[in-house]
């Protein structure tokens, strides 16, 4: 009797680790989603901040300045749809660390370089300049973005 207690009681302890990580997977898809959304139509509403942003790395040839501006956008709002449709997860999450990835690359070399400007991460809705805190929030996204992305690999947890 004493076997079949302790057999059940580790069948209840995995059920709460997988709820948690539910959880934990559902928090990240929705929030990742909801920044890729939201930053996405705030550049496509005012493209200028990050325009001027874009024009301070000076690796960057002037000549994609305007063609990130466009790109960059279209990229994020067509992630979070396909994350919302839940459209090839495996991929999409890959891609959406790797944005992130440059997220924050680009918030560091900002931060490092002293660049004293809002970043136009989310057009001129909220302001966000360079500095520690904007690495860390992309630290972050990044992380709720590789949880996603680990969750999304075949034969583990989909929603």
């Given at each position: 009797m004493s076997d079949f207690a302790i057999i059940k009681n580790r069948k209840n302890i995995k059920i709460k680790k997988y709820g948690i990580i539910k959880i934990l997977y559902n928090v990240s898809f929705y929030i990742i989603?909801?920044?890729?959304?939201f930053s996405g139509i705030a550049k496509i509403i005012d493209p200028l901040p990050l325009i001027n942003t874009l024009k301070l790395i000076t690796i960057l040839p002037e000549s994609l300045h305007i063609i990130i501006a466009t790109i960059l956008p279209v990229v994020e709002i067509g992630l979070a749809l396909l994350l919302l449709m839940?459209?090839?997860?495996?991929?999409?999450?890959?891609?959406?660390?790797?944005l992130f990835g440059i997220f924050l690359i680009t918030s560091l070399y900002g931060t490092l370089a002293g660049f004293g400007t809002d970043c136009g991460c989310f057009g001129n809705t909220i302001k966000?300049?360079?500095?520690?805190?904007?690495?860390?929030?992309?630290?972050?996204?990044?992380?709720?973005?590789l949880?996603?992305?680990?969750?999304?690999?075949?034969g583990k947890l989909k929603q």
């Open positions: 989603t909801a920044v890729l959304l839940k459209i090839k997860l495996n991929i999409t999450t890959k891609a959406v660390v790797f966000s300049g360079f500095g520690w805190g904007m690495v860390g929030r992309n630290t972050i996204f990044l992380i709720l973005s949880i996603l992305t680990i969750n999304a690999w075949p």
